[in-house]
């Protein structure tokens, strides 16, 4: 709105000074009748015209697609605005109306519950939605989940080859940039990572610890590629040799080199900082253990000054797992962490606590019955992460022997110390066809959970099915998961790894990818 005023003071002064021009508004992702209404107030109206950008889910991959509005965290879950939710429920009817309507419809949070409104409100627009000729379905499952509903996930560190690029580099709509400690050169090189990248796409989802042997194995893999050229025998089979492999051989050996590079920057990066004791201490608070000690190497980490917003990443997840902070900590983590960094901060921790990323325990209330004392005793003790964690088996019992390698759990992108929430989440659902057994875990969770499902096509008379609809059986494996508010490449990794064990094929869909510090930094207020 502000937004239109500007153009229309700006209309307004060139009426004045007699300047004569065309005006054109390009208004993304769609018109709003209250700007196009301000325009009128101003009297400006008939000089503009007014087209409007309609944004779409961009492939940035095979198996993954994504709106590329990091905006839209902070813009619904901090500021409860609600404009982009069109944006994602169109996007969700142009998939249907390439791919036929999604039967089966399964959603946590209330963002999730808002947009499937919309989109059946849309739907049911006559002449707005053509379905493909035969009513047939290629997506079986349609999974909305609200980012609010698993901040644990995003605020670990990552330990995939993928999340660690993303961690390092940064990862921008599916292009990486390498500078100099990568290439070795003065320029910079942009690569777009995807899985036509033979290399990439074998190493992307592997344990970090494990991807140098593969390099290494496939650095030998190469050499013996070349090393068939001194057995060519005639000018065709060198011609053949030339036109054939060699490309392909040259092409892998640049990607072979670039990840080298980029495997060598993250091992010095994790070995020259305190990365290892930043690890443990995230793996003990996820399991609720050793709460003192974690908290003293939180207040070392912000007296010694290191990456405020690393820091600040590490109380969020201890508030995550505890359901708060308890006053007495928190109060003087927050009081440390301003004197420390400057009280510019004082902002951010309102958004943390606002979005409850980072929050301060509530004092239980006095009460003076002794029975009433004995009854809050006799609670259990254990945050909501824990329970949900109990309930879902998301802390394994063991992770010493646990194999990084050749893994069989999930929870090998946390190292085997934890299994994504949300991805096991949609696991549990799938495996029960709905929320059946979840209610406890569904109301723990923010927001509503819901479901929507068309029941089976059943024979009528003569073995004729009742229903025009027709759901495909490959299609029942097919599954669209759309994270709003942003996704972890981490949560990518485990979702494929999820679909080689189960026989599914994710698609996942989502307003952006992201991770702890972009996740923080979409709250952080910074002083004008």
């Not at 309609?54 to 879950?77: G, N």
């Amino acid at each position: 709105m502000v937004t239109m005023k500007y153009i229309a003071d700006h209309i307004n002064a060139d009426k004045r000074k007699g300047v004569k021009m065309t005006y054109k508004v390009l208004m993304v992702p769609r018109k709003l009748y209250i700007c196009e209404n301000i325009l009128e107030q101003e009297g400006v109206y008939g000089y503009v015209t007014i087209d409007e950008f309609h944004l779409d889910l961009v492939p940035l991959d095979k198996d993954i697609l994504s709106l590329e509005l990091p905006e839209f965290f902070r813009s619904f879950f901090l500021d409860g605005d609600q404009s982009w939710f069109h944006t994602v429920a169109q996007s969700l009817i142009n998939i249907q109306q390439l791919m036929g309507v999604i039967p089966n419809v399964y959603g946590q949070g209330r963002c999730a519950k808002m947009v499937h409104t919309l989109m059946k409100k849309m739907l049911s627009i006559p002449d707005t939605f053509d379905a493909p000729g035969g009513n047939k379905y290629e997506i079986g499952h349609l999974i909305l989940i609200d980012r609010d509903a698993d901040y644990v996930t995003p605020l670990c560190s990552q330990v995939t080859y993928e999340g660690l690029l993303d961690d390092t580099f940064g990862i921008d709509a599916g292009f990486i940039e390498f500078g100099k400690d990568v290439t070795g050169k003065d320029q910079t090189i942009k690569l777009l990572l995807t899985s036509q990248d033979e290399v990439y796409d074998a190493i992307r989802n592997k344990h970090f610890s494990t991807v140098f042997s593969f390099l290494s194995s496939k650095a030998k893999q190469l050499q013996t590629g070349y090393d068939k050229r001194h057995a060519l025998e005639s000018v065709r089979d060198m011609k053949n040799f030339v036109a054939t492999e060699l490309r392909d051989l040259k092409h892998q050996h640049k990607s072979l080199a670039l990840h080298i590079g980029a495997c060598e920057v993250i091992l010095n990066k994790k070995t020259k900082g305190d990365f290892e004791e930043f690890l443990r201490t995230e793996h003990s608070l996820l399991e609720g253990a050793d709460m003192r000690e974690n908290i003293n190497y939180i207040e070392e980490r912000i007296n010694r000054q290191y990456s405020g917003i690393q820091t600040l990443r590490l109380m969020c997840l201890l508030s995550q797992t505890q359901d708060g902070i308890a006053s007495r900590e928190f109060r003087s983590l927050k009081t440390q962490f301003l004197q420390s960094d400057g009280f510019d901060w004082m902002l951010t921790f309102f958004n943390l606590k606002k979005l409850g990323l980072l929050t301060e325990q509530e004092q239980a209330p006095t009460v003076k019955s002794l029975s009433k004392v004995a009854a809050i005793a006799a609670l259990p003790r254990k945050s909501a992460f824990q329970a949900v964690s109990k309930k879902l088996n998301l802390i394994p019992k063991s992770i010493e022997n646990f194999d990084l390698k050749n893994p069989t759990d999930m929870a090998y992108v946390f190292s085997g110390a934890y299994t994504p929430l949300s991805c096991k989440y949609i696991e549990q659902i799938l495996a029960r066809e709905g929320f059946t057994g979840l209610d406890d875990v569904g109301r723990v969770l923010p927001g509503d959970f819901f479901s929507e499902i068309r029941p089976k096509s059943q024979k009528g008379r003569g073995g004729q099915s009742s229903q025009t609809s027709h759901l495909e059986p490959s299609a029942s494996r097919v599954v669209l998961v759309y994270f709003l508010g942003g996704c972890t490449y981490t949560e990518i990794t485990a979702l494929r790894f999820l679909g080689q064990q189960k026989g599914y094929k994710f698609i996942i869909a989502t307003t952006a990818i992201t991770n702890g510090v972009k996740l923080l930094q979409q709250v952080i207020e910074t002083p004008s």
